[in-house]
């Protein structure tokens, strides 16, 4: 039987979810000539994150699969990294690696992982000195209650006061600043949306060209599993009732 020129139907609205066993982890760090990764794992279950150069098509020779040997250019294809769970050895267990592009060069990076996980990294390595470091965990619960909200670390290594904004790219949260002091660190609970999920943008007012995307689903340990719920937005849902009758 043909399928051709039957119609597609499609669904909106979000859908029960398993719970799953992951808890990935990115922290992104800058030198004048390079972005430094480091890939962690805080779940129960293995992960692989690809990161790809968002730039790579508009540098010369980056059409091939491999940078020519003593090229300033790096690697054209997505890298992927395997990440081990946090039970499979005693120590934590981490991946890092090292993207060079040079001084004063531009740069776009974007690392998937599991279940909508994304972190974006844009900026300037000449502008190494003034990107904040932004560390950020999946945390379940806070004060010992069950509310789900990112622990956000962001580190002031720059010479003058920061103010650092945190934008909601999707789910209506309202954006918020933070100014941070020449070499403090904000340590910032910053609360995701009842259905888990979250998606936002970090600027610095001192840094032209960096920004940080991060999104994903922070995991709840529900008793029943149903209780989480596939992704909102990406279903066009809107109505905070049916997605209460999902979750409650």
């Excluded at 690697?75 to 769970?85: C, D, F, G, I, L």
């Amino acid at each position: 039987m043909s399928l051709v020129g039957l119609p597609i139907v499609t669904q909106n609205g979000s859908r029960q979810s398993c719970q799953l066993p992951y808890a990935p982890k990115v922290d992104i760090k800058f030198k004048s000539d390079a972005v430094m990764f480091e890939f962690a794992n805080q779940g129960k279950q293995g992960i692989v994150y690809q990161t790809y150069n968002y730039l790579a098509h508009n540098e010369p020779q980056q059409d091939k699969f491999l940078a020519p040997e003593n090229s300033p250019y790096d690697m054209t294809m997505p890298r992927q990294y395997s990440v081990a769970s946090k039970g499979a050895n005693k120590l934590e267990p981490t991946v890092s690696d090292k993207w060079t592009f040079g001084d004063h060069r531009d740069f776009d990076l974007m690392t998937f992982g599991p279940n909508g996980f994304i972190r974006r990294v844009k900026g300037l390595t000449s502008e190494y000195r003034e990107m904040p470091i932004v560390s950020i965990d999946h945390k379940e619960s806070r004060a010992g209650h069950a509310t789900p909200h990112l622990s956000i670390k962001i580190e002031n290594h720059s010479k003058q006061t920061q103010v650092i904004t945190i934008t909601d790219n999707i789910y209506g949260k309202d954006p918020v600043e933070f100014k941070i002091k020449a070499g403090k660190v904000e340590h910032i609970a910053y609360k995701a949306c009842k259905h888990c999920w979250y998606d936002l943008s970090i600027t610095a007012d001192n840094c032209e060209y960096f920004s940080l995307q991060a999104a994903g689903r922070i995991e709840m340990n529900h008793k029943h599993n149903f209780k989480a719920v596939t992704d909102p937005e990406m279903g066009n849902f809107s109505c905070d009732n049916e997605l209460n009758s999902l979750i409650s």
